[in-house]
């Protein structure tokens, strides 16, 4: 069955730092999406990308967050200037063009800032 | 935006016991999605169900869309079943953006 994968599995860095999460999102599903999870808290949704440019984006990802689809294939989420309140797991979901298919979701990046 | 409430938040139940949980939602939907986060943190997709009943071995899903619930069974519990599950959906009035529930987190005591 088809994957989403995301890398690295998991990521320190110290506070200030840029970061940049990397997915690649199953190759016939055109909607793109990022989430998080702080930890034991629920999954929150960050930003939805389609056809080369954000669809819509939530409260969280404020300017320190941008996202890009650089090659076709892969899908990546950028923090400019890590914050503490930063530390999550991070997660990639994508979904046919279609109607009547579900998410399908990565296994995830756990970033930590310290 | 659509709220998702699941119950019960906690449930601690003996290995082979049988357990149901609730996923409530405040709109119509046309995508309900039922996960299971592992401890290594994983969300494993178990069901894509907007409406009607699916089984997949021990586990099965009802979704009555025209009263706004969904109900996740879990049969013969086993250890592994342990984690949190989560309900997530797409309601009808808005973007494509999946709203996940709080989860119930599920122990299972051999």
């Known amino acids: 069955e088809p994957e989403v994968t995301q890398t690295p599995s998991h990521q320190v860095t110290q506070m200030g730092q840029e970061v940049i999460l990397r997915c690649v999102p199953i190759?016939?599903?055109?909607?793109f999406y990022w989430y998080r999870q702080i930890l034991g808290q629920k999954v929150e949704f960050l930003v939805s990308?389609?056809?080369?440019?954000?669809?819509?984006k939530s409260e969280i990802f404020d300017d320190q967050f941008s996202v890009e689809r650089p090659d076709g294939s892969n899908f990546t989420l950028k923090i400019r200037s890590t914050k503490l309140e930063d530390s999550a797991m991070y997660f990639c979901?994508?979904?046919?063009?279609?109607?009547?298919?579900?998410?399908?979701f990565g296994s995830g990046t756990r970033l930590t800032v310290v | 935006g659509i709220q998702v409430e699941q119950s019960p938040p906690d449930l601690i139940l003996q290995e082979g016991a049988n357990s149901t949980l609730r996923c409530n939602f405040s709109?119509?939907?046309?995508?309900l999605q039922w996960f299971h986060q592992n401890p290594w943190g994983q969300l494993i997709n178990l069901f894509y169900?907007?409406?009607g009943t699916k089984q997949n071995g021990r586990l099965s899903a009802t979704t009555v869309a025209t009263e706004r619930y969904s109900l996740l069974y879990i049969s013969s519990s086993q250890t592994t079943d342990s984690g949190v599950y989560f309900c997530?959906?797409?309601?009808?009035?808005?973007?494509?953006?999946?709203?996940f529930g709080t989860g119930t987190r599920l122990t299972i005591i051999p």
């Open positions: 979901a994508s979904r046919r063009p279609r109607s009547g298919y579900g998410y399908t």
């Open positions: 190759s016939n599903h055109l909607y």
């Open positions: 990308f389609y056809n080369n440019e954000i669809s819509e």
């Open positions: 709109d119509s939907v046309n995508n």
């Open positions: 169900i907007p409406s």
């Open positions: 997530a959906v797409v309601s009808n009035f808005g973007n494509e953006k999946l709203t």
